[in-house]
T-cell receptor, first 112, second 114 residues
Framework: SQQGEEDPQALSIQEGENATMNCSYKTSINNLQWYRQNSGRGLVHLILIRSNEREKHSGRLRVTLDTSKKSSSLLITASRAADTASYFCATDASGSNYKLTFGKGTLLTVNP | KAGVTQTPRYLIKTRGQQVTLSCSPISGHRSVSWYQQTPGQGLQFLFEYFSETQRNKGNFPGRFSGRQFSNSRSEMNVSTLELGDSALYLC?????????????FGPGTRLTVL
C-alpha cells in the first residue's frame, strides 16, 4: 500500500486563492518531501522537511509536518495558473534503504 | 549543470518483446533510482543503484532488471513485455552527500505495449 496518501485527490481554485493539500503516512520517517508534476512529465522537487522539523517555507510554499499524527500539509499561497499540476508527497521512511514512497497525488487546477 | 536525461522519450513495443531504457544522471550524482508511474498504481519504486551496486529493489517481477555503469549512467530492462507494463518510467538521481533523499527526476520514457 502507498506510504503517503494525499487528500484531496483533486482541487480546483481561482487564481489568487490559497491551496492546501494534505498527506498522511503510516510509518516512521527520516523526512517527507513534496514534488510537482506537470502533465505526465518528470517530477520537480519542491521542498523537503525533516522529521525533527515542524514547519518550512520556500517562497509561496509552506509545509507543515506533524509526526505524532503522521501527516503533512502543503500550502500554496496566492496561486497562479502556472501552479496547475499534480502534487505528490513522498516519504523517506526510517530503514527504507534508499527509496522514496509516493502517494497518488493531488491534481490542482488553478483557474485564471 | 545539465539535468537528468532519459532516452528514448517514447517507445512502442508489442507483447513479448523486451525493452531497454537509458538514464544519464546529473554530473556528480552517484545514485540513480527508477520508478514506474501508471494511472492505477501511481508512482512505484523499481530499484536504486549507487556506485554500480543495486541497494534496493521494489516489488516487481524478475522481468524488470537494471544496472549502473562506472560513469553512473543506468539502464533498465524489461523482458517479455506485458500490456500492464505500459507506463511512464522515471529515472531520478541524487548526490547522496547526506542522508536526505532529494531526488532530481528526468522527463521520463513513455512506454506503450500493444
Amino acid at each position: 500500500s502507498q506510504q503517503g496518501e494525499e487528500d484531496p485527490q483533486a482541487l480546483s481554485i481561482q487564481e489568487g486563492e490559497n491551496a492546501t493539500m494534505n498527506c498522511s503516512y503510516k510509518t516512521s520517517i527520516n523526512n517527507l518531501q513534496w514534488y510537482r508534476q506537470n502533465s505526465g512529465r518528470g517530477l520537480v522537487h519542491l521542498i523537503l522537511i525533516r522529521s525533527n522539523e515542524r514547519e518550512k517555507h520556500s517562497g509561496r510554499l509552506r509545509v507543515t509536518l506533524d509526526t505524532s499524527k503522521k501527516s503533512s500539509s502543503l500550502l500554496i499561497t496566492a496561486s497562479r495558473a502556472a501552479d496547475t499540476a499534480s502534487y505528490f508527497c513522498a516519504t523517506d521512511a526510517s530503514g527504507s534503504n534508499y527509496k522514496l514512497t509516493f502517494g497518488k497525488g493531488t491534481l490542482l487546477t488553478v483557474n485564471p | 549543470k545539465a539535468g537528468v536525461t532519459q532516452t528514448p522519450r517514447y517507445l512502442i513495443k508489442t507483447r513479448g518483446q523486451q525493452v531497454t531504457l537509458s538514464c544519464s544522471p546529473i554530473s556528480g550524482h552517484r545514485s540513480v533510482s527508477w520508478y514506474q508511474q501508471t494511472p492505477g498504481q501511481g508512482l512505484q519504486f523499481l530499484f536504486e543503484y549507487f556506485s554500480e551496486t543495486q541497494r534496493n529493489k521494489g516489488n516487481f517481477p524478475g522481468r524488470f532488471s537494471g544496472r549502473q555503469f562506472s560513469n553512473s549512467r543506468s539502464e533498465m530492462n524489461v523482458s517479455t513485455l506485458e500490456l500492464g507494463d505500459s507506463a511512464l518510467y522515471l529515472c531520478a538521481s541524487s548526490p547522496r552527500l547526506t542522508s536526505y533523499n532529494e531526488q532530481f527526476f528526468g522527463p521520463g520514457t513513455r512506454l506503450t505495449v500493444l
